[in-house]
């Protein structure tokens, strides 16, 4: 269960990080005619600020990191006072170095060891930015609700950031317990603001991850947190998120992300596989979305099969395969190649699954040797295509990369795996789920 619970919180990844970009309700009806000050005393329409955060979300959505910089920076040059600056800086930093780590998909690291490890390495320059920003946010915050308590827009950003402090905190530096309060603490801001103004729907969003959160939690923990006050609901919480996602100004596309994930929780595999491609179609660029959709595929595969549907289900797995292959031919994420890494040991993941063990090893090693593969995944890389190979009737050629491991920094049980790898061929086990 405590993988579970750290999973959710960890999911709200990419979505909850960028959840900063609202504005009351009150106030956006008169956003073409708001003024603020610029940094050089002279005044600026608030529609600008407006332009720039879409322009930036769109860009940060799009994996774009550099490309949404450049517009977060402009709103804290002609914004100095508002804190949306700071803030959209911190959440772009944030989503990059996760991306970076392959940690957006949470799957690969869904598993005690994984939370319990607590010795990555972080750049410490990343950390003290990321502190800077988010310290900044939060004062320019406190700035405006000292001098107008009932500013809801400052309310919600410094709610945001504690959000955005706690995303990082579980995420990046594995803080699990100063991650749960800051997120906590950033529900209760958001509760606020709704009291203030009910149809700001955008500050629903972390609080319904909360309630879904705390209804998911197993019986006896429930009853132990209920003591401290502390109530929830899977159902209320995602009902709220698909409100968020129907009626939210600027985060309906941060509750769908969401969305895709708790709906795999809840088996709705259609419903999930729908957002993904949605999302997928909005942001071309963004290579998640699709392999969301993928995941979502292949999942569905697996109960076609259950039901003895095999028409179904080879159907299902052509069409997760040739989003793959999509992928590994796009032009512009081969140019990057920052992403192949992570798209190859995915599509081996979904060639296992379907039983080619053979293509699997092969798309395995290929995540493993792309040029300046993330250390972690290739490791793991690594492990999957001995498994693959023991599978396929390679022994040799399995033994090779068990060992291969071994030379390698352990990560995730990698090591114990591959030492039993060693002592016998690998079986496909059925092991009970910890979700």
Same mark, same amino acid.
Request: aromatic share 8%.
């Given at each position: ?45 608030? /529609? ?28 804290? @040059? ?59 946010? %939060? ?26 402090? /706690? ?226 009737? @390679? ?22 795996? /591959? @030492? ?11 092991? @009970?789920? %910890?979700?």
């Amino acid at each position: 269960m405590k993988c579970f619970t750290y999973s959710l919180i960890f999911v709200m990844l990419f979505a909850c990080a960028v959840t900063t970009n609202a504005q009351p309700q009150q106030q956006q009806q008169a956003a073409s005619t708001v003024t603020v000050k610029t940094a050089d005393g002279a005044t600026t329409n608030r /529609a600008r600020l407006d332009e720039l955060r879409a322009a930036g979300f769109e860009a940060l959505y799009n994996l774009d990191y550099e490309g949404a910089r450049r517009h977060f920076k402009e709103i804290t @040059k002609l914004f100095p006072d508002h804190p949306a600056g700071p803030q959209f800086l911190a959440a772009t930093l944030w989503t990059q170095t996760l991306n970076e780590s392959r940690r957006l998909q949470s799957s690969l690291y869904n598993s005690e060891s994984f939370y319990g490890k607590t010795d990555d390495k972080v750049d410490q320059r990343i950390v003290d930015q990321f502190r800077e920003l988010t310290r900044a946010a %939060t004062m320019l915050s406190k700035a405006r609700l000292k001098a107008n308590p009932q500013d809801v827009e400052a309310l919600y950003f410094l709610g945001a950031t504690e959000g955005l402090k /706690a995303a990082f905190g579980v995420a990046v530096q594995r803080s699990f317990m100063a991650g749960l309060r800051d997120g906590a603490s950033g529900v209760d801001r958001h509760r606020d603001v709704i009291k203030l103004d009910p149809n700001f729907h955008d500050a629903e969003l972390m609080i319904g991850l909360y309630d879904y959160t705390v209804g998911s939690l197993s019986l006896p923990i429930k009853i132990l947190v209920g003591i401290g006050g502390v109530r929830g609901s899977k159902k209320r919480g995602l009902l709220t998120l698909e409100r968020v996602a129907k009626e939210g100004r600027y985060a309906r596309d941060d509750a769908k992300a969401l969305l895709i994930v708790l709906y795999k929780r809840e088996k709705r595999y259609a419903d999930a596989l729908a957002i993904s491609r949605e999302l997928a179609q909005k942001y071309p660029r963004n290579y998640l979305f699709k392999m969301e959709s993928a995941d979502a595929l292949m999942t569905q595969a697996a109960l076609a099969r259950q039901s003895n549907n095999a028409a179904q289900a080879a159907g299902f797995e052509r069409e997760a395969f040739a989003t793959y292959d999509a992928l590994l031919q796009d032009r512009a994420v081969r140019e990057s190649s920052r992403s192949l890494d992570l798209i190859h040991f995915r599509y081996g993941d979904a060639l296992f699954v379907a039983g080619h063990f053979d293509e699997a090893a092969r798309e395995f090693l290929a995540a493993a040797s792309t040029p300046g593969a993330e250390s972690t995944l290739a490791t793991l890389a690594r492990l999957h295509a001995g498994q693959s190979l023991d599978l396929a009737g @390679k022994r040799k050629e399995a033994l090779l990369q068990y060992r291969s491991v071994l030379e390698r920094p352990d990560v995730d049980n990698a090591h114990e795996e /591959a @030492k039993r790898g060693l002592r016998e061929p690998y079986k496909i086990r059925n092991e @009970k789920s %910890t979700s």
